[in-house]
């Protein structure tokens, strides 16, 4: 492997290829080097570990990845990067390319042990590839990943201003933002500001519930009328009389006239384990 690496430039490459960035795909590359030393800081990377990358571009941050990491997996879906990809890490043995949809792909196959994800993140898919991850059976151990701001705000909020996509990343980890990062970090600049986010995946501190599908079903029920209290969201997602919404509030330890979004996830998990205790004593 080389001894050292240089920053590889996408706007150089992509022109020496005749390409240009594809709108549809979410291509905004990398061009920031500061930023990459950010990400790789961040990922903490070791000899020992293996790291996944979502939408490796020409292969600058993969580059970086692979300088620091014993293994990297990079996965790219436009075909018509893979060549250039080969290219640039020809001289790196311990990168895999793989060409594919990461949403398609195995992962258990891809990647049969621990490891680490690491992407810049198309923006129309963000969401997506986030619960993605974090419900599939081998889950990364830890996420850095560049994404819209906007949605990193929403990830790392707290009650308050929570949703569904907070509750379903802070139920399985520790998100925090690193970073923001201005437009002008990559190429073609996006049309809004990005950030960096951090987030820490630890199976033994998610929270005991006896049904994960049940417990997102509760909470679905809860946002689904997110501009009302959430005795009237869960009486009417639920088919429960409101007095018996009110009361499985009570005995979670909340007040009658809460909202959804002002719910941390303890709050959800006290919410579940009455609704279970009440639904078991209706079935008794």
């Known amino acids: 492997m080389p001894s050292a690496r240089e920053f590889l430039s996408p706007v150089r490459i992509l022109k ?25 800081a961040t990922g903490e990377l070791s000899p020992s570990d293996t790291v996944l990358e979502v939408g490796a571009g020409v292969g600058t941050l993969t580059q970086g990845l692979a300088s620091a990491a014993g293994k990297v997996i990079a996965v790219e879906l436009d075909a018509k990067l893979i060549p ?22 195995g992962l258990t ?34 996420m850095v990943l560049t994404m819209q701001r906007e949605v990193a705000e929403r990830i790392v909020a707290p009650p308050g201003e929570m949703s569904i996509l907070a509750v379903s990343v802070q139920f399985y980890s520790q998100p925090r933002i690193v970073t923001r990062v201005p437009r002008g970090a990559f190429y073609p600049p996006p049309k809004v500001t990005s950030a960096v986010v ?14 994960r599908d049940e417990f997102f079903r509760l909470v679905r029920a809860g946002f689904a009328q997110r501009r009302k209290y ?44 009455e609704w279970q205790r009440i639904k078991s004593k209706g079935e008794g």
């Open 16 to 40: 020496e290829h005749g390409l240009r960035p594809k709108k549809g795909l979410g291509q905004n590359f990398l061009v920031n080097p500061g930023l990459l030393d950010t990400i790789l």
């Open 198 to 211: 951090r987030i820490e995946v630890d199976k033994n501190a998610w929270p005991k519930v006896g049904d």
């Open 109 to 142: 196959k891809l990647v049969p042990g621990a490891y680490k994800l690491v992407g810049n993140l198309p923006y129309y898919l963000t969401s997506h590839l986030l619960r993605h991850f974090l419900e599939v059976k081998n889950k990364p151990r830890l």
């Open 84 to 105: 250039i990809l080969r290219q640039n890490l020809a001289g790196w043995g311990n990168v895999q390319i793989v060409e594919g949809d990461i949403l398609k792909l």
């Open 230 to 273: 959430l005795r009237n969201s869960l009486g009417h997602e639920l088919r429960i009389a409101g007095e018996e919404a009110a009361g499985l509030l009570a005995a979670s330890g909340l007040a009658e006239k809460v909202r959804a979004q002002d719910l941390r996830v303890g709050d959800w998990v006290k919410l579940y384990g």
